[in-house]
């Protein structure tokens, strides 16, 4: 029997000055907590959540993230959580800070916090890490046994980011929907480990609709660092409905090509998370055979909010087929998530990246005379 999983955070707050509210969150939880950012994000919201969780009597150990969801870096964290006795791991920042705290978390099975500073993925909500190596380069996708217990995202805090980070994670959830129909059609697996329930195969849709709907009105609200209810909805589609939409509806090729991109070297690994997804998003689109029409509506929304659609906008304009081959080869790996939705070769993956790029470039130069 094939079984329907749906899995979530324990507990999603969103709203303006949320964190000044962490400690009330945690109080009574656990007296000592790790708390992990990097250098910047420290001074963003670090030193306010310790200030936070030392009002209701909770030792916060400080740890300033190295930059890289590497297995060392969770090595290293997780045994200076151990020496503190922390128990409570709280994860501030970005995507890979986010995953960090929830591999360390997993080894002390601990209380798990997230508070994203940006919505620029939807990584916070869900029970799995993305691994790299040292470098930078993906390993693999590193699973847990429960979901954060705490997400906790503040607005004011997301609307002073940079504009572009909101834009990459519109991107990054735009790919939502398009990578869990297409996984709910072929009956594949979801990232829970089953098979998709009605809930998230509407949420995944939902996502993608809020995003057409609100995202130009939430980009201009972070241009001029305000919280509106534009960006309020934005933000929880980016976060939470594409959080649960790929987690519990699926991965599939969008996700797989950004993977492969980190195969090759130089500026590429320059664009974000969501900088990459957008054009695995249109190979995926490709692959499917979508209509030109429904492509192009992707290719223009993406370049309203400034997204690379081609291989010369994501810095591979000099790209050789044996590059292409080469994002290709490790975007079909036999543990790669385009095989949720495609029976497919390196070879033909290769070409829809070619094609897609094709498709943007002649949409440029029709759009943008």
């Keep these: 029997m094939v079984e329907r999983v749906f899995i979530s955070p324990s507990k999603y707050v969103q709203g303006r000055n949320a964190i000044d509210k962490i400690g009330g969150y945690l109080k009574g939880i656990a007296k000592t907590a790790v708390v992990i950012a990097d250098q910047t994000v420290w001074k963003i919201a670090g030193h306010k959540v310790v200030h936070e969780l030392k009002k209701e009597n909770i030792s916060a150990e400080e740890v300033v993230f190295n930059g890289e969801a590497s297995r060392d870096e969770f090595e290293r964290i997780a045994g200076i959580a151990r020496n503190a006795g922390a128990t409570i791991v709280v994860g501030i920042g970005g995507g890979k800070t986010l995953d960090t ?17 940006t919505a620029s993925t939807d990584a916070p909500t869900s ?29 004011k805090i997301i609307a002073e980011a940079p504009p572009r980070l909101l834009a990459s994670g519109i991107a990054d959830a ?8 297409s996984v709910i059609s072929k009956g594949g697996k979801t990232m829970a480990g089953g098979v998709s329930t009605i809930a998230a195969e509407a949420i995944a849709e939902r996502c993608e609709e809020v995003l057409f709907e609100y995202a130009h009105l939430a980009y201009k609200s972070v241009q001029a660092k305000v919280v509106t209810p534009a960006l309020e909805a934005v933000v929880e589609a980016n976060t939470l409905l594409s959080g649960l939409g790929f987690e519990s509806g699926g991965l599939a090729a969008a996700h797989a090509i950004h993977n492969g991109f980190t195969a090759l070297q130089g500026e590429i690994h320059q664009l974000t998370h969501g900088e990459k997804v957008a054009f695995g998003t249109l190979v995926q689109l490709t692959l499917e055979k979508r209509s030109l029409e429904e492509i192009e509506q992707y290719i223009g929304f993406y370049i309203s909010l400034g997204l690379p659609v081609t291989l010369e906008d994501i810095k591979l304009a000099g790209a050789s087929r044996e590059d292409i081959i080469k994002v290709a080869e490790a975007a079909s790996i036999e543990e790669e998530t385009i095989h949720n939705a495609f029976q497919i070769t390196a070879d033909e993956v290769a070409d829809a990246i070619i094609a897609a790029d094709q498709y943007a470039r002649a949409f440029k130069e029709k759009y943008q005379q």
């Design 174 to 181: 735009l790919a939502t929907w398009v990578e869990a129909r």
């Design 101 to 117: 705290a929830k591999a360390v978390s997993d080894q002390l099975n601990g209380y798990t916090v997230i508070v994203p500073t």
């Design 127 to 155: 029970a799995l890490s993305v691994v790299y190596s040292n470098e930078g380069v993906f390993e693999n996708y590193r699973f847990y046994k429960k979901n954060p217990d705490l997400v906790l995202v503040d607005t």
